[in-house]
């Protein structure tokens, strides 16, 4: 598949809310056009909810790197077990987690095109209330991305 993206405004990563880093949201501000999306780690393994919400603040999205968590959630036992109501797998359920979630988006990596077709195929059902609830009672504070002298003190 072939994609054109005509970039009309700066796509910043890991950037956090300023809180701990001021010059990040001074950055933003000297702008005279915002950056329409911040790429940072998330996914249903790590809470991000202080920066979605400062993103949706400024009508941003939130592009969700390492949605798989680095793949670990490929086989994740509770992902399986809410894709198989749905039929489908639990990298299916971890991506329409994250794209059933207002002003999210992901960029999902795979290396074959099967799992790049099944990566796209999440947008043909839709994940409950009760699977929701069980996805918010899994621990959220597991980072996978390390970005030794880059990363900002994280919310
Ligand atoms: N801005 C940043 O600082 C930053 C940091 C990290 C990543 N990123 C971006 O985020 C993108 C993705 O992140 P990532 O590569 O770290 O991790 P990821 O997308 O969370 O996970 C990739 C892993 O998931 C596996 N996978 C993907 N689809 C699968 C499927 N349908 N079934 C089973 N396994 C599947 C892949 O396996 P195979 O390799 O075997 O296909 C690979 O091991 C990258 O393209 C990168 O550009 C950005």
């Known amino acids: 598949m072939v994609m054109n993206v005509w970039m009309r405004s700066e796509m910043p990563?890991?950037?956090?809310?300023?809180?701990?880093?001021?010059?990040?949201?001074t950055a933003i501000k000297l702008k005279q056009e915002k950056p329409s999306t911040n790429q940072v780690?998330?996914?249903i393994l790590l809470d991000q909810d202080k920066l979605l919400s400062w993103i949706r603040d400024k009508e941003m999205f939130l592009t969700a790197c390492s949605p798989l968590a680095k793949g670990h959630l490929a086989y994740h036992p509770l992902l399986q077990e809410i894709g198989r109501k749905?039929?489908?797998?639990?990298?299916?359920?971890?991506?329409?987690?994250?794209i059933q979630q207002?002003?999210?988006?992901?960029?999902?990596?795979?290396s074959t095109h099967e799992?790049?077709?099944?990566?796209?195929a999440?947008?043909?059902?839709?994940?409950?209330?009760?699977?929701l609830e069980t996805i918010a009672r899994l621990d959220k504070d597991q980072r996978f991305v390390d970005l030794p002298g880059m990363a900002p003190d994280w919310d």
């Open 13 to 25: 990563s890991n950037w956090d809310t300023g809180t701990s880093t001021p010059r990040k949201c």
């Open 115 to 120: 799992k790049r077709r099944q990566n796209f």
């Open 86 to 98: 749905h039929g489908k797998n639990a990298t299916q359920v971890a991506l329409r987690w994250l």
């Open 122 to 131: 999440i947008f043909d059902f839709e994940l409950d209330q009760e699977d």
């Open 41 to 43: 780690e998330y996914h």
């Open 102 to 110: 207002n002003q999210v988006a992901t960029v999902p990596k795979a």
